[in-house]
C-alpha cells in the first residue's frame, strides 16, 4: 500500500491579549520574512477577455503554496504571469518585496523563479545527465576550444539527485525511460540546482498514478525543506492537503478563497473547489437516482 507524505499540522499562533497584542502584532510584523514572491490586485485581459481579476496572494520562503482550481478556472494564465511569458496588465507582480516586471521567461529564471510545466521540457531520448543540463552544460578548456565536461556533469547530476533523496541507477539512460514520477523529480532537483528561490510546479501529479504521485509530493517537501518557496498548482484539494501550508481557491478568474494550515480540513478544500452547493445539490440528486 502506497504512503502518502503525511500533512503536518503547523498552526498559527494565538493572537496576543490586550493591550499588549498592537505592539506584539508590530514586532511579529518586522519579524515576518519577506515573501519570496508576491501578486497584488493583478488582472489580465487578452482583449475583451479578462482571464484573471483582481488576484492578491503571496509565497513565503520554505513553505508551499497551493493554487487550486478546476478547468478555467485562470491557473494557466498565472502560471504565465508568474513564469514571465505574460505581463499583467494591472497590479504589481514583487519579488522578495521589489516590484519586478519580466519581458521573458528567462528574466524570470534570472529572478530565481523556476517553472516546471507538465510536458517537463525534457528531450526523451537524451539521458537524464544531459537533461539535467539541458542549456546550462559545463564546459572545460580555454576558448575558443571549449568542450562538454562530461564527467564533472555527472558528478553533479547524480550528488544533486541524492541530496533530493532520488537514487537513479543508471543516469545514461534516456529520461523517456522513467516513470513520470522520477521525472518530475529530475524537473525539480534540477530547478534547485540552478538556484531556484521560487519554483513553480504546473499540476505536476496530474498525469500520474497513486504511488508516482506519492514520490512527486515527497520531493515537493524536499524542495521545502531546502527553503525553496514552492507554488503547487493543482485541481486535486487531496494532494494539495498533504503538502500545502498556504491555499488558494481560484474560480472563473477570481480568487473565491484562501486558507491557512491550522484553520482547515481536507473537507472544506474538497467543499471549496466542489462549489459548496453545487455539491450538495449533486449529492443529492445522485442519491435520487440510485434509489
Known amino acids: 500500500m502506497t504512503e ?37 490586485a493583478v488582472s489580465k485581459a487578452f482583449g475583451s477577455v479578462l482571464a484573471i481579476r483582481d488576484i492578491t496572494l503571496q509565497v513565503d520562503p520554505g513553505t508551499v503554496t497551493c493554487v487550486l482550481g478546476d478547468n478555467g478556472a485562470g491557473k494557466s494564465t498565472l502560471i504565465k504571469i508568474l513564469s514571465g511569458v505574460h505581463q499583467p496588465t494591472e497590479g504589481d507582480l514583487l519579488v522578495d518585496g521589489e516590484v519586478r516586471s519580466f519581458d521573458t521567461p528567462r528574466d524570470a529564471l534570472a529572478a530565481g523563479i523556476a517553472t516546471v510545466f507538465q510536458d517537463l521540457a525534457t528531450v526523451p531520448l537524451m539521458s537524464v545527465w544531459r537533461n539535467f ?6 564546459l572545460r578548456g580555454m576558448r575558443p576550444l571549449r568542450f562538454l565536461d562530461a564527467r564533472r556533469a555527472r558528478a553533479v547530476c547524480r550528488d544533486e539527485l541524492l541530496a533530493m533523496g532520488i537514487d537513479i541507477r543508471d ?5 523517456g525511460t522513467l516513470s513520470g514520477g522520477e521525472r518530475q523529480a529530475v524537473a525539480i532537483a534540477r530547478a534547485v540546482h540552478f538556484g531556484a528561490k521560487v519554483l513553480i510546479l504546473d499540476e505536476p501529479t496530474s ?16 524542495a521545502r525543506e531546502r527553503g525553496v518557496a514552492v507554488v503547487f498548482i493543482t485541481h486535486n484539494p487531496h494532494h494539495a492537503y498533504m503538502v500545502g501550508d498556504r491555499f488558494y481557491l ?17 473537507e472544506d478544500l ?6 459548496g452547493a453545487e455539491l450538495e445539490a449533486l449529492a443529492h440528486e445522485l442519491e435520487s437516482v440510485n434509489r
Not at 543540463?133 to 559545463?138: A, D, I, R, S, V
Not at 498525469?207 to 524536499?222: H, N, R, T
Not at 474538497?270 to 462549489?275: I, N, S
Open 250 to 266: 481560484l474560480n472563473r478568474g477570481r480568487l473565491t478563497n484562501e486558507f491557512v494550515r491550522g484553520h482547515v480540513v481536507r
Open 4 to 40: 502518502y507524505p503525511q500533512p503536518v499540522d503547523r498552526p498559527l499562533p494565538p493572537a496576543p491579549a490586550a493591550p499588549e497584542a498592537a505592539a506584539a502584532s508590530a514586532e511579529a510584523s518586522d519579524s515576518a520574512p519577506t515573501p519570496a514572491l508576491e501578486l497584488r
Open 270 to 275: 474538497v467543499k471549496a473547489m466542489a462549489g
Open 207 to 222: 498525469a500520474l498514478g497513486v504511488k508516482q504521485s506519492g514520490v512527486v509530493l515527497k520531493y515537493v517537501l524536499q
Open 171 to 175: 543516469l545514461e539512460q534516456p529520461v
Open 133 to 138: 543540463f539541458l542549456g546550462n552544460e559545463p
